[in-house]
């Protein structure tokens, strides 16, 4: 890249010397003068064909064109087309095209208006040249803006429909399709309804969406934005401002500062021009350039020579993107330029195409006239220049005007229609109507392999190429093409950029961004502001489990339930699978308690079983006893169940075993607490409580409450059983799988008749505990049950304040605490006396305590 920028400047360097040692004039004719006067300017041009070679040489008349379009190439291209043709033999044999101007030069909008018509001594050539008095039908090109063509086209409709031919070479215009209004109207410039989606499109690539307009307050200006409006709000895209900068020159001065303004005060990076390049939007422009406002600017191929600047941006993001109409180059343009013998005009010319090309800014006082700016020059420089002489759309559309005009004469000097005899004069309408009818059905190639064709329901869609205007130093600016558009393609596939041009013109492949504000990232949803545009919007985070992996989404994604949101909230992770396992150290240690519990109960068993003709064992009813303590061991066993991953009959297992093993534990506490009652309560043998107590009737207490709960277990089973869940809510990342009670109401009224009995049995050993004998458990029995029931009392809370797997660990550790206060409660006492206090466990003492 320096390299290639190195050999340019190396070229220009005589042209740089040449150019810092003469006064640089920015040539505008009378820029000041007639401020009020509309600034736009039209040519009109006359058509017809020479059979004998003329003395007046037409490149010099169209060359001294006083005209403020001057940055426009239609001069140099009307004259190189006419020449082109005239130069090709098999067109127009043994005859040349010429032509000729309204009033000798072009025309303001007011000076049309009162000197656009048609007097017999108006015109140096009459229409078709061959001018005998029967010859009258006119062919006529006008242009370059939409205002210009409508004048000429509502004169023209004063003469019949069949005595004029009217082409155009401006924008094409939705008025002057109006065939009622205008019959004898053909624009030969494509419509450019793809031109806002093209713009758009190459919005959305770049990820603009907040934008400036500025257009001409016309017809033509307020067409395009209705297009690129409707455009804008398929994509949401969005007008930072829209500046309508009036035509008349007074309206404009009175708000230039205004629209000035706008600009500089925007956040907007990205400004799209469109109008006409001689009008006071172009002065605006201009103005804005000049007072360094640094902007990207979107706009077409009319505005190419406008928007090279005279300062050095070189690796500056700040240019011009430019959308020409696609079509094939004409190469030998530039010849034909350069081999202009410069003898023939004069120096007034020669500074024009240096403005023109070069933008030679009137900044010194001694350049007051184009003569004092170029003198005894030559076009030689021409020929090392890097300036862009490729065609712009206009200039194309003047060549295929000039090509169209050619054709229709050689058809009608085939037909030897044209021709028309004296004796025919008089009635001219067929001839020209036969023209009207041949224009209509042209359809020809071009020189440069290009279709023409006349038939405007016919015409295909409008390609465009885009084009990046890289500026060099003093306006050199270098034209580089860096994509394309073809509406052929669907929708997203339309735009073509080359990235690696891209880069090369601005040193980057992105573009400086253009939003209202800052993307909404992954994580975050937007949401608009009340009164602002759609573009303009807040970011806020995505909901609890809500993901976004785009940016400037409307609304979040929620996570599937296997699944939960990452920390940065832009991605969805799947949910490991947990339960209380053996590996799981709160798992482990519950499961290490159960089996020390049980342990420790067997133990306990196996002394009792040991001792069991002490007295302790025997006072203290020693069935009962062993019944209590293989209970409690299945108690703490039985919570082995909720640890490890649980299965349909393991969570069967879990709830009925629980269940019926602590109803067998209460109610045999329940049974002791009664027998200590009856044993101290029957004083007088035959006494039918005695009897009672004696025929072994407590210990059906548990069978019967056993069989109660049994009961309420089959109905909790049959109805509602517990069954294995996901439990995909308690823990954001995991899915914890626990057994579902199935229906709460059957497990509460489970450890409700647990608790029943726990009450029953407190309240009995509560009314024994004060009665007389050294081996009484009623005592015992009481702490017993108010630990009981007080573990199962705070379990209700705890266990409905908990989620997931700690619901089970809560659930298992009142299964241990409460079993594991039975056992400490009621045996732990009493194998202290049978191992550490043997003399205690005597009938001796037993007696010594009761005669006491």
């Known amino acids: 890249m320096f390299t290639l920028i190195f050999l ?24 000041n003068k007639d401020r009020d006067e509309d600034m736009v300017k039209g040519c009109v041009f006359f058509f017809g064909t020479f059979q004998f070679p003329e003395e007046k040489d037409y490149f010099n008349k169209l060359l001294h064109i006083p005209t403020a379009t001057e940055i426009n190439q239609f001069p140099l291209a009307i004259a190189f087309s006419v020449d082109e043709v005239n130069r090709n033999p098999d067109l127009l044999p043994n005859a040349s095209l ?54 000429a086209g509502t004169y023209v409709n004063i003469y019949p429909f069949q005595t004029v031919i009217h082409l155009t070479y401006g924008p094409f215009s939705p008025i002057l399709s109006d065939r009622e209004q205008f019959p004898s109207v053909y624009q030969m410039a494509p419509q450019d309804i793809y031109l806002a989606l093209a713009m758009v499109s ?67 990076k990205v400004v799209v021009i469109y109008g006409d390049t001689d009008s006071t939007l172009a002065v605006s422009f201009r103005r804005w350039q000049s007072l360094g406002i640094q902007r990207i600017w979107v706009t077409t191929s009319q505005w190419d020579v406008t928007t090279w600047k005279s300062d050095f941006t070189l690796n500056s993001f700040h240019g011009t993107l430019v959308f020409a109409h696609h079509h094939a180059e004409i190469s030998s343009f530039k010849t034909f330029v350069q081999t202009l013998n410069p003898l023939q005009y004069s ?26 700016c170029i003198s005894n020059a030559s076009l030689q420089w021409l020929k090392v220049q890097t300036f862009d002489m490729a065609f712009s759309d206009d200039s194309y559309v003047i060549y295929n005007a000039v090509y169209t005009l050619a054709h229709i004469f050689h058809e009608m000097l085939l037909q030897e229609v044209y021709s028309v005899s004296k004796e025919d004069g008089k ?3 067929p001839q020209c109507y036969k023209i009207h009818s041949l224009l209509r059905k042209t359809q020809f190639t071009n020189p440069v392999g290009d279709r023409v064709n006349m038939n405007q329901k016919e015409n295909l869609q409008e390609e465009y190429d885009i084009f990046y205007i890289w500026n060099f130093p003093h306006g050199l600016g270098l034209k580089v093409k860096i994509g394309e558009f073809s509406p052929h393609f669907p929708r997203g596939q339309q735009l073509h950029l080359y990235e690696d041009m891209i880069e090369h013109a601005t040193g980057s492949r992105q573009m400086p961004p ?109 069935n009962l006893t062993y019944i209590l303590l293989i209970s409690l061991i299945f108690c703490f066993l039985c919570t082995l169940l909720f640890i490890g991953y649980p299965n349909s009959a393991i969570c069967i297992l879990q709830q009925v075993t629980f269940g019926v093993v602590f109803t067998v534990a209460v109610s045999t506490v329940l049974a002791k607490t009664v027998t200590v009652l009856l044993a101290f309560k029957v004083t007088a043998p035959g006494k039918r409580k005695r009897s009672f107590l004696l025929s072994g009737a407590p210990n059906y207490i548990i069978v019967i409450c056993t069989l109660i709960q049994i009961i309420l277990c089959v109905i909790w089973l049959q109805f509602s059983p517990p069954f294995i869940d996901h439990d995909v809510h308690s823990e954001h990342d995991q899915i914890i799988i626990v057994c579902n009670k199935g229906s709460e109401t059957a497990f509460y009224c489970v450890l409700g008749y647990h608790g029943s009995l726990a009450l029953a049995s407190f309240i009995v050993a509560f009314l024994s505990r004060n009665l ?24 209700i809370p705890v266990y409905h304040s908990t989620k997931g797997k700690v619901m089970v660990v809560v659930e298992v550790l009142s299964i241990l605490i409460s079993s594991a206060g039975l056992l400490g409660c009621i045996f732990v006492p009493k194998c202290y006396i049978i191992l550490l206090r043997p003399e205690r466990n005597s009938l001796q003492k037993l007696r010594e305590k009761t005669s006491f």
Request: net charge negative; glycine share 4%.
């Open 8 to 31: 340019i400047f190396l070229l220009n360097i005589s042209l740089l010397v040449f150019r810092f040692t003469h006064p640089r004039c920015f040539w505008r004719m009378n820029q």
């Open 98 to 151: 010429g032509f000729d101007l309204l009033e000798g030069d072009c025309k303001t909008v007011p000076q049309l208006y009162s000197l656009l018509h048609f007097p017999e001594g108006s015109l140096d050539i009459r229409p078709n040249y061959l001018c005998d008095e029967g010859s009258s039908c006119v062919l006529m090109l006008s242009g370059p803006t939409w205002t210009v063509s409508e004048i």
């Open 202 to 268: 190459l919005m959305l690539h770049f990820n603009w969406n907040w934008i400036g307009l500025a257009i001409s307050d016309n017809d033509q200006g307020i067409q395009f934005l209705s297009y690129l409006r409707r455009e804008m709000e398929k994509n949401t895209v969005c007008f930072a401002f829209v500046n309508m900068i009036p035509v008349k020159t007074h309206s404009y001065l009175s708000r230039a500062e205004v629209y000035y303004n706008q600009i500089m005060t925007s956040s907007t």
């Open 347 to 372: 120096d007034e010319y020669l500074a024009r195409l240096e403005w023109m090309n070069l933008k030679c800014e009137l900044s010194d006082s001694k350049c007051k006239t184009l003569k004092n």
């Open 427 to 429: 009635g001219q309408y």
């Open 514 to 622: 253009s939003v209202c504000n800052a993307d909404c990232g992954p994580g975050f949803r937007k949401f608009s502001q009340e009164g602002m545009a759609d573009c303009c919007f807040d970011c806020s985070p995505c909901p609890q489990n809500e993901v976004s992996n785009e940016t400037n989404v409307d609304k979040c994604v929620r996570c599937p339930e296997d699944q939960y949101a990452n920390r940065v909230q832009n991605q969805c992770i799947p949910k490991s699978v947990v339960f209380l396992n053996y590996k799981d150290p709160v798992g482990m240690t519950l499961a290490l308690m159960a089996f020390c519990f049980s342990t420790f109960t067997a133990v306990i068993l196996g002394v009792f079983v040991q001792h069991r003709d002490t007295p302790i064992v025997k006072a203290n009813n020693r």
């Open 772 to 795: 007389p004998d050294t081996f009484n458990e009623a005592k015992l029995l009481t702490f017993s049950m108010l630990l009981f029931c007080s573990v199962w009392v705070t379990f």
